[in-house]
């Protein structure tokens, strides 16, 4: 990835004419936007030379034209194309009409005091269009593909340790599992934990598990481990806090489900001798959820993991049928499973 070594080149005022930022992590492109808007026009040129347009409400050319223009008193405009669906397979359902001609000719011969930069937010282009081609050749690509789990946290780690904080192992560990190890979560839920540490420059555990909001999958993650180790009493205090909180029996009973079925495939593919990075790509699941389950159903066994399973299969009919009130269903399962299974 060659993010980081872009980002400083525009900083350092070192600007290509075209880019194409290709990749799907939202805050590397928020990031990126950002920065070049702010080193390539002065704050009192913004409104005169920052063009910003919609693929999919405005035409093609309305951009090109734009960045055909001369600078309104400043030395260079910035025209930034967002959506370029035309870029990819698929269809443009506006149905507006694309000079691609004159895009094709305009990347062979740019203007040379217009930065013209392309946010394409997909995993790949279609490499059998003519433009897609003329990019890759004539334009400067930056990726803002999505991190690996390694990468992210390098990256996070050293946003916290330029802000001047430390951190402990275990606070790091925990922030990186309650953001699901996405890099746009943590760099929105990071500057609570600044704020907070403040005065110590330094971000805790505690800090960490107070301040940093928990998902309901996440929530249903802690939910579905109480059951696997029979710890009763926990699940349904968690259940209940679920159900305060107006989350729906069907709804908590469903990503329950889904849960377990990817602990199920998770189990059914790591003994036939698939690795990690395979079962994501298999299940098409992010490696870190993978990581977090394989972790999660190693001491339990293939028919533990399958009666639960069929147990919240069994609940989530008697939900949708009516028997019985709704909220004694789960309590009903958890203590049928706890009564009838071990960890083995």
Known sequence: MNFSKEVAKLRNNQISSVYLVLGTESYLNRTLRETFIYSILKEDEIDLNLGIYDMSEVPLGTALEDAESIPFFGDRRLVIIDHPLFLTGDKNKAKLEHDMKWFENYVLKPSETTTLVIFAPYEKLDERKKISKLLKKNALIIETTTLSEKEMRSYLKTTIENEGFTVSSEAFELFVQLTDANLSVAMSELPKLLLFGQDKKRITKEAVSQLITRSLEQNIFSLNDYVLKKKVGPALELYHDLLLQKEDPIKINAIMTSQFRLLLQVKILEKKGYQQGDIA????????????????????????????????????????????????????????????????
């Open 281 to 344: 790509k298999m299940l098409k699941v992010h490696p870190y959820r993978i990581k977090l389950s394989i972790q999660h159903m190693r001491p339990f066994s293939k028919k533990v993991l399958s009666d639960a399973y069929s147990g919240l299969i069994e609940t989530e009919y008697r939900l949708k049928t009516g028997q019985g009130k709704r909220e004694m269903q789960f309590e009903l399962f958890v203590l049928q499973f706890a009564s009838n299974h071990s960890m083995v």
